[in-house]
């Protein structure tokens, strides 16, 4: 996953000088649509008007949004990763999200395939983005939330991977706010309510209820917590009319149970793949 969020990175291009300040994209007059980390630090959020933003940081830059400059950075992205892995889901151009299939690409980084996970090739996507400037974080795991997951919190340059049973356990760990589960927070607030605060908690509720009583994103959430099989990557062309020739009209599936994501790198690399009903599928997510 592009990180910062793809406008906050075409205006660090744009404008060099800006890396070190607080900064956010917002349109005029409207509200802001993406800040970078420092800002966000001190409380500047998506979805503030820019007078809230300032009583939070009174020294923050705020630049027009350039969404045609942040299309063809995600379209740098997913080119970037094309040269990895033949099957690359564009899942999110506005938050710079993509996974990666890294299923069957061992034996071509020296691995044995019984101890597979996508680590190298997270590793090396995130070197090579670096090069061009680009900086993502990336997990990789055996599904887009693992990988997606791990990929928020990828420290110093170091992509997470995590196999099958140890994917697992992270993932019931996961608080229900981690934007990885898609909840919102109004469901989030109604589960705590019920003492139900992570997803392994929220797996343990029996399906029929939770099917009757709560929305569809808990009960999405519900089924990546309690383990369902996942749909293959989706390598098709990024979301935005901006999109090179080379990706309209272009439909690829992945191979079920393995896939990766940009933005993160997991067995999915969220996400690349990892290992799944005993095969090696790591994915990953940048």
Known sequence: MLHPAPLIQTAWRARPALRGAPLAAAPAGGRVASACPLAESVGVADGQSVAQARLRCPTLAVVPPDPMAAALLYDELLYTLVAFSPVV??????????????????????????????????????????????DVRAGAGP?????????????????????????????????????????TPAAVAALRDLGITTAGALAALPEAGVSLRFS???????????????????????????????????????????????????????????????????????
């Open 143 to 183: 599904t887009r939330v693992v990988a997606r997951a791990l990929a928020r919190r990828m420290e110093a340059g170091e992509p997470r991977a995590l196999g099958s049973d140890a994917a697992m356990a992270f993932l019931r760990a996961l608080p229900l706010a981690d934007p990885a589960l898609g909840l």
């Open 216 to 286: 569809d994103d808990v009960r999405a959430a519900w089924r990546v917590a309690a383990g369902a099989d996942e749909p293959p990557l989706d390598a098709a062309g990024p979301p935005h009319r901006h999109a090179h020739p080379r990706w309209r009209g272009e439909r690829r599936r992945g191979p079920r149970g393995g896939g990766a994501g940009a933005g993160g790198t997991a067995s999915r690399t969220a996400g690349l793949p990892g290992t799944r009903h005993g095969r090696v599928n790591p994915p990953a997510h940048l």
């Open 89 to 134: 889901e564009a899942a999110d151009a506005d938050a710079g999200m993509a996974y990666l299939d890294a299923h069957g690409l061992a034996a071509l980084w020296g691995v044995d395939p019984t101890r597979w996970d996508g680590s190298a090739v997270a590793r090396a996507i995130v070197d090579a983005l670096a090069t061009r400037g680009i």
